[in-house]
């Protein structure tokens, strides 16, 4: 009897020992079926756009060839600077803005200091209503007739660079014509008269 139980003691050890062994056995082949399930079939994919770093741009802007380089800021054209404007301002009254040069402008106070915001004095009033010394227009070229009263043509008028005025610097506008065949209007008239002139005294003169 006493050597019969070390044997039954031998025996059960023995079947835990296949148990575990079976078990690991059964738990390994299930990881590696799922290992090998997620190998075949990997799910959805992801894709990632690498977006390109957008280079700095290195071009001049057009206005800044008309801004001389360290020139006094107020004397800029217009171009070259933004203003604060206020449209309230008493038509024909001396008026101030503030104003700041624009980006890649360059210039000097009357100290010869570097500057970005100053200040610009003006007379209150849109540029449509400057004197026509202050703005250019086109030519029209199909104004070539003579005729009373003077016949007027559609141009476009822009500002000259260092007038400043409020609203558009190009406006539309009804001008004379002024020019005629090469000729002012007013010779144009005058050699016209007198060609009607001489024509009516050439027909008097033959009829007597």
């Known amino acids: 009897a006493a050597g019969v139980r070390p044997l039954r003691g031998l025996r059960a ?3 835990v020992l296949l148990f575990l062994s ?10 590696s079926q799922a290992l090998a399930q997620s190998i075949k079939d990997p799910g959805p994919t992801r894709t990632f756009t690498v ?3 957008a280079a700095e741009s ?3 802007p057009p206005y800044v060839m008309k801004c001389p380089s360290n020139g006094l800021c107020s004397r800029l054209p217009a171009d070259c600077i933004d203003c604060t ?3 309230s301002c008493v038509y024909g009254k001396p008026v101030t803005f503030d104003c700041a040069v624009k980006p ?3 210039c000097v106070d009357q100290d010869f200091k570097s500057q970005k915001n100053f200040i610009i004095n003006m007379t209150c009033r849109f540029c449509w209503q400057l004197p026509e010394t202050d703005y250019e227009c086109t030519n029209s070229t199909s104004c070539m007739t003579v005729s009373c009263p003077r016949q007027r043509y559609p141009a476009n008028c822009t500002v000259r660079d260092h007038v400043h005025c409020l609203g558009n610097r190009t406006f539309p506008k009804m001008l004379y014509c002024n020019w005629t ?7 144009a008239l005058a050699l016209s008269l007198q060609a009607q002139v001489g024509l009516h005294v050439q027909l008097s003169v033959g009829l007597h």
Do not use: A, H
Not at 181 to 187: Q, R, V
């Open 13 to 15: 050890l023995c079947r």
């Open 22 to 31: 079976q078990f690991c056995i059964l738990s390994g082949g299930e990881q």
């Open 51 to 53: 977006v390109p770093r």
């Open 58 to 60: 290195t071009e001049i």
């Open 85 to 87: 404007t206020n449209f």
């Open 104 to 106: 890649s402008v360059t």
């Open 181 to 187: 065949g090469g000729y002012k209007w007013s010779t």
